[in-house]
């Protein structure tokens, strides 16, 4: 079904959870600058929050997350404290001027806390920021997941849960410390089925160490048949000088591009018979779920949860590494727990880095979501002029196709989906009209 192109993804291109991304982010963007946007959001303006907790009971070897281990207890108290305490000073800043449509909880391992930790976390949200019946999710690691977990979240009228998987092969769990038995994942699917959680996502991963074919197939089956209500598949990246976890597994055992390439096809391919509707180039969603209608009626986004029906315009972010954005704006809180706790214990705002989102670059940034999450982008003149010889090599292979000035992916294209999207990215594409006019426009 997927035809592979090793020319095209032999440049590693970003995810594009946000443009500009991540590496763009400077230090002359920060505190004065979140300060700023704050203070300048309008009244009634949608609102999603995300609260980070930095900690794991166990380190996973092929996480790039930015976590550490719970055991200190200390430490984990303080920094929850601090992140109370920014909740406060931001939502004091806002003064209720906006109304929040969707609470994330991410790390780490939310549930690497106790229950009540977190539950006084979600309280301090629920009472000092505008929100009225918000869309609630976490995610869980599924080897601390215990009943009272279960019942905290029923009680807490959380909507979804995300379920670090990853793979059901125990070799492969092995090869990257990441070991749950299958039993595991049920008996969590279980108990939150039977309390009224039925939204569920599988994070899955393929490029994993020792993994075959047979392998994922494996998986694959296993996930069909507890039917979560969202999978996202992706593949593995393997950085160790930047992430020295990784060091701990065996690059010489990592599957090759053209595995890789034929493991995410296998993937798609099983999905889609499954019954699942692709959104994006690595999520699938049953008919049934609220993205598969945000995908059936263009309204599908992309932030640093991935791809979300969520449509906020303004994302807070608490807690250290957490990252805010805004119209013109994102910014990054310091990553490190220990200076977070700082600067937050001083009645400071936490970031410290970010990048100011020019009109050029909000253009850019919705020709690249647009691709990424419609399959399709429509152009001004001059942009659609200056894309067409810019793209012609993979319009030639037949994945895409224009309709007058409109920009559309054709089938077969999901891998190829960030390639051709960064084709437009001012830091790593050559996409720019002659007309610097309009470049902006």
């Known amino acids: 079904m997927w035809t592979y192109y090793p020319e095209l993804l032999a440049k590693p291109v970003p995810r594009y959870t946000s443009y500009p991304t991540a590496v763009e982010f400077g230090d002359a963007v920060g505190e004065a600058d979140y300060a700023r946007a704050l203070d300048a959001i309008e009244p009634a303006t949608p609102l999603s929050l995300y609260a980070h907790i930095p900690f794991c009971e166990q380190i996973c070897w092929y996480c790039g997350c930015n976590t550490g281990a719970a055991g200190r207890k200390q430490r984990l108290a303080d920094y929850l404290v601090a992140l109370r305490a920014e909740i406060a000073m931001v939502a004091k800043r806002i003064g209720g001027r906006a109304r929040v449509q969707h609470i994330a909880f991410g790390g780490g391992s939310p549930n690497a806390v106790a229950p009540v930790e977190f539950v006084r976390i979600l309280d301090r949200l629920l009472t000092v920021f505008d929100v009225s019946r918000p869309e609630i999710s976490i995610e869980i690691d599924p080897r601390g997941f215990t009943t009272e977990w279960a019942l905290v979240l029923a009680a807490s009228n959380v909507t979804r849960v995300s379920l670090g998987v990853q793979t059901f092969a125990p070799h492969i769990q092995q090869a990257i410390g990441r070991v749950q038995p299958l039993r595991d994942i ?45 999978i996202a598949l992706f593949g593995y990246a393997h950085l160790p000088a930047m992430l020295p976890r990784q060091r701990r597994i065996d690059a010489t055992d990592l599957p090759d591009d053209r595995l890789r390439f034929e493991q995410a096809a296998h993937g798609f391919e099983r999905l889609t018979a499954a019954g699942y509707i692709p959104v994006g180039f690595d999520h699938f969603v049953l008919p049934g779920d609220p993205l ?14 991935g791809f ?71 152009l001004p003149a001059a942009w659609a002029d200056a894309a067409r010889p810019a793209l012609a090599d993979v319009a030639q292979r037949g994945l895409i196709r224009w309709d007058g000035d409109e920009l559309v992916l054709d089938e077969g294209s999901q891998p190829y989906a960030r390639t051709i999207a960064a084709r437009f990215d001012r830091f790593r594409g050559t996409i720019a009209p002659a007309d610097t006019a309009a470049i902006a426009r």
């Not at 954005?325 to 910014?331: A, C, D, E, S």
């Open 186 to 230: 049920e008996a969590t699917v279980a108990a939150l089925r039977l309390r009224g959680i039925d939204a569920i996502n599988f994070d899955l991963m393929y490029g994993l160490p020792g993994q075959s074919i047979a392998d994922l197939d494996a998986t694959l089956d296993e996930t069909i048949r507890l039917a979560p209500s969202r």
């Open 292 to 305: 598969a209608a945000a995908a059936k009626a263009g309204r599908v986004n992309r932030n640093f949860q």
């Open 308 to 378: 979300t029906e969520d449509d906020a315009p303004v994302l807070l972010g608490f807690g250290a590494s957490a990252i805010s954005r805004f119209p013109g704006l994102i910014v990054q809180n310091e990553k490190r727990a220990g200076p977070y706790r700082d600067l937050i214990g001083e009645g400071r705002l936490a970031a410290v880095r970010g990048v100011a989102v020019a009109d050029e670059d909000r253009l850019r940034g919705a020709i690249i979501k647009a691709i990424l999450c419609q399959g399709r982008a429509a």
